[in-house]
Structure formats: structure tokens, C-alpha cells
């Protein structure tokens, strides 16, 4: 059938001239921006690649970005202790721990140690907790991407079966409740469940994130069904996605690409959750 991409590079520059539109006008009425600091311990490439694009975005937006770096071998009580004074500066509305950390830090104990309020990333537990209950104003990067993409199709979502593939805190969770607030019937699989082909044939929406290269296959997608990929995999030096998108676009009316899908927006959902933690803290 006719497929289309769900183009996340076009999608996030909208979202980048909404963004700074209302920047702009809180900075006419406040005399001030958005400062985040962003924390990184270690020299991985994936995590760099990430901070260079956060760069880019604060200052295409206006934003005051500023990088702490941590030698890998740093301690883990160095970094909460930044933390601690990066809390207490009323300049400072956004902090951000980069991933991946070395194997002696904790990212649990580092992003729990961030004021909630300056936990851009959303994965704080108390931003968590307003998830679950429906009320939060930051949300978790990744999961707001895949709502944004599906939102852009322009299908209703209300009524439908979502599917998500993979049940990671930083992904399936979050997403999956994000997926209830659009009044959809969610059913999460993982490693463990059985026929899980049978069980994505029957999804109107499948968001797949398990990290499995070109796992889910068009054969499992039902006809018309919109199918997002979260998976960032290396095969042969190429980035692939967790779906099959050469036999998913057969059968799917709506599909996102990797590279191309969720990944562009990752980074203008974080400065926009930049904003929102500007603005709870100016009380506006």
C-alpha cells in the first residue's frame, strides 16, 4: 500500500519556529532566558554526538547552554556535588545527565539528585510520579518524540490498539503512559511474551523499541497501521532502526525512519522542556 514517512528533521523544524517565537516573547517580558547545564562524564562518541546536537539547538534558539565535563574515571559523589550547586542557583533552569555514564555512576541516583523542577530529561522520579498521574509538564524526551510523530499523521488516535515493544524506563514505560493520556488501549510486550507476532498483527499503532536491529517485520504489521521506530543499532558502519522498514512500508500507511524519525526532535523536546522548566520557576 501507499506508506508515508513520518518526517521527524521537517516536524522538529516547526516545532524549533514555535519555540523560539515564545522564547523570544519571554525574554521581551522577563529580561531573561533559559540556562541549562549539561553534564557529561567520559569521552563516548554516541553521548558526545547528542551533546553537539543540544548545542546547536540552545543557541539556534537563544538559550544559554553550558557543558560541565567529568573524566571518566571522576567520582560519582564530584558530579552530585556539582548537582547540589547547580539546585541552589536561581540562574540555572535545566540540568541534563548525558548517557551513557561509566560503569561506577549510577544514572537512577544522579538524575534522582536533580531539583525536579530542573530535571529537563523528565526521568526524575517525582516527574515520573506527575507522569503517571497525567498532570506532568515535563516529559521524557524520547516518548514525547514518538507522540509528536504520531500526532503528525493526522489519524485519531483515540479508540485505537498501541503496541510498544520493549518496557525500558527510559522508553516503553513512559511512552506507554503517554500512549493512555491519548485515550488509546496499550498492550506493552517484551522478552518474555509469546507470539508477540500475532500479538503486533492486531496493533493500529506499534512503537518499537527494544534495541534489535530490523526486528519487527512487515508480515506481523496490520494493513494501514502506523509503526514508530525508537531503535538507534550500528550494523556494517550503517544506523538501522529495530524495524524492517524495506518490508514494514508495504504494509504500513504511516512509517518514521531511522535515521530521520524520533531522533531529530529529541533534542527541540528537550530545550522545549527547557522552557517549561523556565517558566514553572518564574511561576508563569
Known amino acids: 500500500m501507499s506508506q508515508q514517512i513520518l518526517d521527524g528533521k521537517a516536524l522538529a523544524l516547526r516545532l524549533k519556529e514555535r519555540l523560539a517565537i515564545e522564547i523570544k516573547t519571554l525574554k521581551d517580558a522577563t529580561r531573561d532566558v533559559p540556562r541549562i547545564v549539561s ?33 571518566a574515571d571522576s ?8 548537582i547540589a550547586e547547580l539546585n541552589g542557583y536561581d540562574h540555572v533552569h535545566g540540568i541534563i545527565i548525558n548517557k551513557p555514564l561509566p560503569v561506577i555512576m549510577d544514572f537512577k541516583t544522579l538524575i534522582n539528585a536533580i531539583d525536579p523542577r530542573k530535571d529537563i530529561e523528565g526521568m526524575n522520579l517525582v516527574n515520573l510520579g506527575h507522569l503517571l498521574i497525567g498532570d506532568s509538564r515535563i516529559l521524557p524526551c524520547t ?11 493526522g489519524i485519531s488516535l483515540k479508540g485505537k490498539h498501541a503496541v510498544v515493544i520493549g518496557r525500558s524506563e527510559i522508553v516503553g514505560k513512559p511512552v506507554s503512559l503517554l500512549l493512555l493520556k491519548e485515550d488509546m488501549t496499550v498492550t506493552i510486550c517484551h522478552s518474555k511474551t509469546g507470539d508477540l507476532p500475532g500479538i503486533v498483527s492486531r496493533a493500529d499503532v506499534v512503537v518499537a523499541a527494544l534495541g534489535k536491529p530490523l526486528f519487527v517485520k512487515g508480515e506481523w ?30 504494509k504500513a500507511a504511516f512509517v518514521s525512519p531511522v535515521p530521520g524519525g524520533v531522533g531529530p526532535l529529541t533534542s527541540i523536546i528537550l530545550m522545549n522542556n527547557a522552557l517549561e522548566a523556565f517558566k514553572i520557576q518564574h511561576s508563569i
Open 39 to 71: 553534564i557529561v562524564v567520559g569521552s563516548d562518541p554516541s553521548g558526545l554526538s547528542y551533546v553537539t546536537s543540544q548545542q546547536k539547538a540552545a543557541q539556534s534558539l537563544g538559550i544559554h547552554y553550558e557543558l560541565q565535563n567529568f573524566e
Open 75 to 82: 567520582s560519582q559523589e564530584n558530579v552530585l556535588t556539582l
Open 143 to 153: 516518548p514525547s518524540a514518538v507522540i509528536q510523530l504520531l500526532r503528525s499523521s
Open 221 to 250: 504489521i496490520k494493513k494501514g497501521a502506523i509503526v514508530i521506530d525508537v531503535g538507534i543499532n550500528q550494523v556494517d558502519g550503517k544506523i538501522v532502526g529495530d524495524v524492517d522498514l524495506a518490508s514494514v512500508k508495504e
